[in-house]
């Protein structure tokens, strides 16, 4: 029997199953629905349920020094991490993250502020050359926490990045961008959409599934 993690009641009409990159279960249901109810309907899903935690387990075994930040990842690239007496800050040197060595106590928490930091002046300018390139303008651009996405772009213009989109390629973190920035002219996942990324990005499904193997970074450096 599949354990189901947590249950969100709202308005929506039917049951949803999502699994989060933690590989835990959240159901999402009609306030009307039963328990025995949500329960036959995780059963029915149990096969595809187990499927997706499985690549979630794989993904942290193959990942293992990731996860156990023993390194970092900054573009794609796998930094080892090392510290250091003499280094006053958290820099990248060939195939290191050095991080001064009063820093390793909370090394978590200081890699997340690093990443921050240096994920800023990145995203904010690849969200300059394409609205540029597509002649879009966001009303305001910031750094999320989210749990579950990669970027977002809500009714008023605001485009939300997750800073976690700094440790993969950058021709991922450019689909992300195109992706947020083509809401600015749909609101909306239809054909019209998906035709205004793939005049940028011709090979979008191919960066799209690419960055879905990804989906396990989000679980990472969640320390509150």
Same mark, same amino acid.
């Not at 250091?84 to 820099?91: A, C, Q």
């Not at 050359?129 to 910031?142: D, I």
């Given at each position: 029997?599949?354990?189901?993690?947590?249950?969100?009641?709202?308005?929506?009409?039917?049951?949803?199953? *999502?699994? *989060?990159?933690?590989?835990?279960v959240l159901i999402k249901a009609p306030r009307k629905c039963t328990i025995a109810q949500i329960q036959s309907i995780v059963?029915?899903?149990e096969n595809w349920i187990k499927l997706h935690?499985?690549?979630?387990?794989?993904?942290?075994?193959l990942n293992e020094n990731i996860f156990n930040y023993r390194d970092v990842l900054f573009c794609g690239q796998v930094?080892?991490?090392?510290?250091?007496? *003499? *280094?006053?800050?958290?820099?990248l040197k060939e195939d290191y993250c050095i991080v001064p060595t009063k820093q390793v106590t909370n090394l978590v928490s200081n890699l997340e502020k690093w990443y921050k930091k240096i994920s800023m002046p990145i995203l904010w300018g690849r969200v300059s050359?394409?609205?540029?390139?597509?002649?879009?303008?966001?009303?305001?651009?910031?750094l999320s926490n989210a749990r579950g996405c990669w970027g977002s772009c809500n009714s008023l213009g605001v485009i939300s990045l997750n800073w976690r989109l700094i440790m993969v390629p950058h021709d991922l973190i450019d689909y992300v961008v195109v992706h947020e920035l083509a809401h600015l002219l749909q609101m909306n996942h239809s054909p019209l959409f998906w035709n205004v990324v793939k005049?940028?990005?011709?090979?979008?499904?191919?960066?799209r599934k690419l960055l879905k193997k990804g989906d396990y970074l989000l679980s990472l450096y969640r320390t509150r």
């Open positions: 029997m599949v354990h189901i993690d947590m249950i969100v009641r709202t308005n929506r009409k039917s049951v949803s199953i *999502t699994i *989060t990159p933690k590989g835990e059963e029915k899903k935690q499985e690549k979630i387990l794989n993904n942290q075994t930094y080892h991490i090392a510290s250091s007496d *003499t *280094t006053k800050k958290i820099e050359y394409f609205a540029n390139l597509m002649q879009v303008e966001p009303t305001k651009v910031r005049s940028v990005l011709p090979d979008y499904q191919n960066r």
